[in-house]
């Protein structure tokens, strides 16, 4: 009997799904068995999950047209593995999850969850799930968002949680860590001088990253040196200033070359990754007043409203001009604030307490 059957809209890359990779090999370590489903093509974290020897169904839905007989497989899937707690992750995951949950024999014996991700979503892309999870979200027996602002917004659009939990992402400390021996040789390999000032933006390209808006800010400073990392970056028309790196899988080494993480998310953040990881490196972050930026932030960095290159700009300038002192200080607040609050494993003992 699998323990959790999870269901996820897609494994590529990105928030969501590494936190589910994460979760669902910290809970196996803890005597939980797992299965994940992923609703979409094969991604790049399916392969990840499985060399935790955890088993992966990738349904491959494409359009509407192929999604009833991925719910007949589905259907099957549940039948076979009999799962105690059936896990959505996402819109289209919590709607697959519970339509299969109430289409299957034996769902008195199961719980279902759900698992929102973001915060003041776009509504033009998402709107019409939003509004149909919302007529189901008395349903599952519980449902967990990543972030309090996450959650407010769903209810505010008319979710109705007979219970609800936030549960922060988790981040791991030990990948995510300073190292002063590894900056200096990241550096070299980037061609980024020993005494540049550096800020890291990592995200994929998407209108809720808004990149456009920390270019601009870059493109007023420069003073300092930028580092754009995700899929897409590549294919951005960039300052002198900033080197886009396109899709990495060594963030945690890149994240070393740099001072200073920036998100400039216009919307839908709820709990950014990127950010937790590289404060948890020891960087000191300017954020967007996003989704629950301002919690993680914390007095260890600067918020600045979204939209607002020239915001940016002082945010970056003000600790970019603090004495070393002062910035090591903040640095260390950073790391120390992620690994007190959001550190992985007390990600994966919130799961274990509820599945439990």
Not at 311 to 332: F, G, H, N, W, Y
Request: net charge positive; charged share 20%.
């Amino acid at each position: 009997m699998t323990a959790v059957l999870h269901v996820i809209s897609g494994l590529g890359m990105g928030g969501a799904e590494r936190n589910l990779a994460q979760v669902a090999d910290g809970l196996k370590s803890r005597g939980f068995p797992q299965h994940v489903v992923c609703l979409g093509p094969h991604g790049v974290w399916a392969d990840r999950i499985r060399s935790r020897q955890i088993d992966v169904t990738t349904l491959g839905v494409e359009s509407v047209i192929s999604g009833p007989l991925a719910l007949l497989r589905l259907l099957s899937l549940i039948r076979s593995l009999k799962p105690a707690v059936i896990q959505g992750w996402m819109y289209h995951g919590d709607l697959f999850a519970t339509l299969a949950h109430r289409l299957t024999p034996g769902r008195a014996h199961r719980r279902l969850i759900w698992n929102l991700r973001a915060s003041n979503t776009d509504l033009g892309g998402y709107g019409r799930i939003v509004a149909f999870n919302a007529k189901l979200s008395s349903w599952p027996d519980l449902v967990v968002a990543n972030s309090k602002a996450g959650l407010d917004f769903h209810v505010g659009r008319g979710y109705r949680p007979r219970r609800a939990e936030i549960i922060p992402n988790g981040i791991d400390t030990e990948t995510f860590r300073p190292d002063a021996g590894a900056r200096s040789a990241v550096r070299s390999e980037l061609g980024i001088a020993p005494g540049a000032v550096v800020a890291i933006h990592v995200a994929r390209v998407d209108p809720m990253k808004d990149h456009t808006t920390f270019l601009k800010a870059m493109a007023s400073l420069p003073e300092l040196e930028g580092l754009l990392v995700g899929l897409g970056t590549e294919r951005l028309s960039v300052p002198p200033n900033v080197k886009a790196l396109g899709l990495r899988h060594d963030i945690e080494k890149l994240y070393m070359a740099a001072d200073f993480v920036v998100s400039s998310s216009a919307f839908a953040e709820g709990f950014s990754n990127a950010l937790a990881e590289g404060m948890s490196a020891g960087l000191i972050p300017v954020a967007t007043d996003i989704g629950d930026a301002r919690v993680i932030v914390g007095n260890a960095g600067h918020l600045v409203p979204p939209r607002n290159p020239d915001a940016i700009v002082q945010a970056l300038r003000q600790v970019a001009t603090l004495s070393p002192d002062k910035r090591q200080s903040m640095a260390e607040q950073a790391r120390r604030s992620i690994v007190e609050s959001y550190s992985l494993s007390h990600n994966i003992d919130r799961y274990a307490q509820l599945y439990a």
